[in-house]
T-cell receptor, first 111, second 113 residues
Framework: DVKVTQSSRYLVKRTGEKVFLECVQD?????MFWYRQDPGLGLRLIYF???????EKGDIPEGYSVSREKKERFSLILESASTNQTSMYLC??????????FGPGTRLTVL | AQSVTQPDIHITVSEGASLELRCNYS??????LFWYVQSPGQGLQLLLK??????LVQGIKGFEAEFKRSQSSFNLRKPSVHWSDAAEYFC???????????FGKGTRLHILP
């Protein structure tokens, strides 16, 4: 059974903390993506990656960075968390002809 | 710029009634189109996708969607809804089946008993 897993379902952090959100896929997919989901705004693309050590900015990259050291793992980093980054974060992976798969999401609260 | 519009934020239908969720897209080339569903507290699940060929696409859970190029639409339909269909539905468009895709803001479906 194919899977995209995310390290935490719920996370609570304080303003100014450095936050790591981890995503792992076991499908040998080339492409991986990070979205945030907010009520009334749908899903917005933060960063994506087409290969190891490659990264591309999405529509809302400000305040975020990413790391892809291994093909199966794509990390989202909040360098200094702020309250406006409280959101649901969704990771996805895809490959040519293989379709898209989403993880269960991490609900992050920044206090 | 490419975009996806879901005109209805909320829709309420009675159980057993038919359903149509609207989706309009703006894209400069042949689009790849998707519908996803998200049940409360769950991740996104792909209902169906259109890449090419027959413009009427069948998906899981009894859903179908029709691609109409002239109207730039990809509306989702189901002939008879079940209470378990209550969820949020997202339409999405992409440049190709594996590249980044852009989501609409979603339509939340409520089912009356």
């Amino acid at each position: 059974d194919v899977k995209v897993t995310q390290s935490s379902r719920y996370l609570v952090k304080r303003t100014g903390e450095k936050v790591f959100l981890e995503c792992v896929q076991d499908m040998d997919h080339e492409n991986m993506f990070w979205y945030r989901q907010d009520p009334g705004l749908g899903l917005r693309l933060i960063y994506f990656s087409y290969d190891v050590k490659m990264k591309e900015k999405g529509d809302i990259p400000e305040g975020y960075s990413v790391s892809r050291e291994k093909k199966e793992r794509f990390s989202l980093i909040l360098e200094s968390a702020s309250t406006n980054q409280t959101s649901m974060y969704l990771c996805a992976s895809s490959s040519l002809g293989g379709g898209w798969f989403f993880g269960p999401g991490t609900r992050l609260t920044v206090l | 710029a490419q975009s996806v519009t879901q005109p209805d934020i909320h829709i309420t239908v009675s159980e057993g009634a038919s359903l149509e969720l609207r989706c309009n897209y703006s894209y400069g080339a042949t689009p790849y189109l998707f519908w996803y569903v998200q049940s409360p507290g769950q991740g996104l699940q792909l209902l169906l996708k259109y890449f090419s060929g027959d413009t009427l696409v069948q998906g899981i859970k009894g859903f179908e969607a029709e691609f109409k190029r002239s109207q730039s639409s990809f509306n989702l339909r189901k002939p008879s809804v079940h209470w378990s269909d209550a969820a949020e539905y997202f339409c999405a468009v992409g440049p190709n089946r594996d590249d980044k895709i852009i989501f609409g803001k979603g339509t939340r479906l409520h089912i009356l008993p």
